[in-house]
């Protein structure tokens, strides 16, 4: 069973950076994404990452400002958030699904990804 431990997030200010990790027990056959999830709100996808090729999907919101990576030797992926906006703010969950992202359909879309990280709080506000 593939765990994911998150670690990351807190308070900025807008246009300020953080970086979120989740380690990834089993990385190698599986995609990583990230979702996250506001008060009220639908869980959204934000990014992805294949484990095959290590190509990347961005939601159009964050296109241009968050950067998803991964460290296969340490079993770690990364998202670099930067020029961060108060509309950011939000629970960022890491999740796997197998092989690539969109394997068990759209990339963004939270049903086909079996395993959860526990979560980390982004605030953005001055």
């Known amino acids: 069973q593939l765990q994911l431990v998150q670690s990351g997030g807190g308070l900025v200010q807008p246009g300020g950076s953080l970086r979120l990790s989740c380690a990834a027990s089993?990385?190698?056959?599986?995609?990583i994404g990230w979702f996250r999830q506001a008060p009220g709100k639908e869980r959204e996808g934000v990014s992805c990452?294949?484990?095959?090729?290590?190509?990347?999907d961005y939601a159009d919101s964050v296109k241009g400002r968050f950067t998803i990576s991964r460290d296969k030797s340490k079993k770690m992926v990364y998202l670099q958030m930067n020029s961060l906006k108060p509309e950011d703010t939000a629970t960022y969950y890491c999740?796997?699904?197998?092989?690539?992202?969109?394997?068990?359909?759209?990339?963004?879309?939270?049903?086909?990804?079996?395993?959860w990280g526990q979560g980390a709080q982004v605030t953005v506000s001055s």
């Open positions: 999740a796997a699904e197998s092989y690539f992202c969109g394997y068990s359909g759209n990339w963004y879309s939270p049903v086909g990804y079996t395993y």
């Open positions: 089993g990385f190698d056959y599986y995609a």
């Open positions: 990452i294949s484990s095959s090729d290590g190509s990347t």
